[in-house]
């Protein structure tokens, strides 16, 4: 039987202490107010999805590594408070911090803010830190969440396959379960993408 911190292992671990690249501009630090919007056209690409909280965070918590509209990790997934992603640094250019996405399968907006972690075991979801074309999406979790439910949620909506993702998307998309994606309540385990976690 596997423990938890093996378990935990599996799930993308994002980095907020390796990089010392500034927030994109002062006009979208965490202190922005209005929606944050850019102006280009949506592109649909094909790419890996994993999931990390506040267990999984390198380190553990909700600290990111470039703030743009908020100061820690969170987001409800509606277009104008979409929620933090990672990808790793080779992403810089293609995927830059800022850029809004739009998750098809999850009916959700997320923004670049974090970097994905260049460590990892050899196998399992999230490793090496997020590998080429790879989007490690926060799920939330708080100091006072269960671990292993956090983790658990990650794994539950881990796809197995790539799936398609829209880089700038446009307003008004579907959004699915507004808020965090994982929940405190309802207890004792909480709640994963609007489903009350059970006994595990």
């Known amino acids: 039987m596997r423990t938890f911190v093996v378990a935990a292992c599996l799930i993308a671990l994002a980095s907020c202490s390796q990089s010392g690249e500034p927030p994109l ?110 989007f490690d999406l926060w799920v939330g979790g708080t100091a006072k969440s269960k671990a292993h439910e956090v983790v658990h949620c990650e794994r539950l909506l881990t796809p197995t396959h790539k799936v398609d993702v829209i880089l700038y998307p446009r307003e008004g998309m579907p959004v699915a379960h507004p808020g965090p994606i994982y929940r405190n309540s309802p207890p004792p385990n909480g709640s994963c993408y609007g489903k009350r976690l059970l006994n595990t």
């Open 25 to 134: 501009s002062p006009a979208t630090a965490p202190s922005f107010q209005g929606c944050y919007r850019i102006k280009q056209d949506p592109a649909t690409v094909t790419a890996t999805i994993t999931f990390y909280g506040w267990p999984d965070n390198s380190p553990p918590g909700n600290a990111i590594a470039h703030p743009v509209i908020h100061k820690h990790a969170g987001g409800d997934g509606t277009y104008c408070n979409p929620t933090t992603f990672a990808t790793e640094h080779a992403n810089n250019k293609r995927i830059p911090y800022g850029i809004k996405i739009y998750v098809p399968f999850l009916k959700q907006y997320f923004i670049r803010e974090d970097l994905c972690a260049a460590s990892g075991p050899p196998t399992g979801s999230g490793n090496n830190g997020c590998y080429k074309l790879w």
